[in-house]
C-alpha cells in the first residue's frame, strides 16, 4: 500500500474486516448448542456458520456485537500489509476475538493473555473449533513481561483495570521488539491539570476498574520505559461519562529501531 493515502488505505481496511466475528464450524448446532449453553452467560456477540449465535443464550451486559471495531481501527491505522505476519501480544484477550483474528485473517503468530481462567477456556475451545493456532495464557497484565518479543502489542480495555498501570505499561514497553508497535486503548481523564488522573475503583459499582489516566501521563509512561513520541489516534466520548472529565482513547507509539 505504499504510496497510497491513509485514507484510501482506511476504506480498503474497513471493507475488507467485519467488526463482528463470524466463526466457520463443522459442528453440529446440537453439539455447538450444548458448548455455548455450557459456557453461559456471554458477553460477546460471535455468530457462527451453522446459524446458532452467542446472542441467542444467556447474556450479560454490557454486551458486544462488534467486538473487532477495536481491531478495525487499528489496522486502518497501520494499514492491510504492516499488520501481516507479525508475532503479536493480545493483553486482555477476553475471550480471544482479536487474538482469533489476527491469526486466521492475517497471518499473526499471537498469544493471548487475560487474568480470568474461564476467558481463556472459553477463548482456546474458540480457536480450536476454527482450526486456529494461537496460544492463550492466564496472566497478569500488570507483572507480565517478555523482554524483546513481540512485534506488536494490544493493550486494549485493560489499562483503566490495573491497579499498577505504570507497571503494566512498563512490561509491554519492555516486550517489545525494536521497531515494534504498541496501541493501548483505555479510559482517560482530562482537567485543568495535564499530569491529574482519577482513582475510579468502585465507580458506578465496578471494582475491577481501578485509573483513568490523563493523556500526558499514558504518553509520558510509555516514553519513560522506552516508546517515545506516543500518541492519541483515536478518542471518543461515551454517555456512561458525561460530565466526568473522562472518554476513551486509543494510543499508538512505536520503540526506536
Known amino acids: 500500500m505504499a504510496g497510497q493515502s491513509l485514507s484510501t488505505q482506511a476504506r480498503q481496511f474497513r471493507a475488507m474486516i467485519n467488526p463482528k466475528l463470524h466463526i466457520e464450524t463443522d459442528l453440529s448446532k446440537v453439539d455447538l448448542e450444548k458448548t455455548l449453553k455450557n459456557f453461559e452467560p456471554w458477553r460477546i456477540g460471535i455468530t457462527f456458520s451453522n446459524g446458532l449465535s452467542t446472542a441467542d443464550f444467556r447474556t450479560i451486559q454490557p ?3 462488534i467486538p473487532l471495531n477495536k481491531l478495525r ?4 491505522h497501520m494499514g492491510e500489509d504492516n499488520l501481516r505476519g507479525l508475532r503479536a501480544l493480545d493483553i486482555g484477550s477476553n475471550i ?19 487474568f480470568n481462567p474461564g476467558n481463556v477456556e472459553k477463548a482456546r475451545w474458540l480457536a480450536g473449533i476454527c482450526d486456529v493456532d494461537a496460544e492463550f495464557e492466564v496472566g497478569d497484565a ?20 490495573l491497579a499498577d498501570p505504570v507497571g503494566g505499561l512498563r512490561c509491554a514497553a519492555q516486550s517489545l521488539k525494536p521497531g515494534g508497535q504498541i496501541y ?28 483513568a489516566l ?3 501521563v499514558v504518553s509520558e509512561i510509555l516514553e519513560r520505559y522506552g516508546v517515545p513520541d506516543a500518541t492519541m489516534i483515536r478518542k471518543f466520548g461515551m454517555k ?16 526506536p529501531e
Open 214 to 216: 490523563s493523556e500526558k
Open 240 to 255: 456512561y461519562f458525561e460530565g466526568t472529565g473522562m472518554a476513551r482513547a486509543i494510543f499508538c507509539g512505536k520503540k
Open 142 to 161: 500488570n507483572t507480565y513481561c517478555k523482554p524483546g518479543e513481540f512485534d506488536l502489542i494490544l493493550h486494549l480495555g485493560t489499562l483503566y483495570h
Open 73 to 76: 481501527l487499528i489496522g486502518e
Open 184 to 211: 493501548v486503548e483505555t479510559t482517560t481523564y482530562e482537567s485543568g491539570d495535564e499530569y491529574a488522573c482519577r482513582y475510579i475503583h468502585g465507580y458506578k459499582g465496578d471494582y475491577t476498574n481501578f485509573w
Open 96 to 114: 480471544g476475538y482479536n487474538t482469533i483474528a489476527l491469526t486466521r485473517d492475517f497471518g499473526c503468530k499471537v498469544t493471548g493473555l487475560d
Open 63 to 65: 454486551f458486544s456485537d
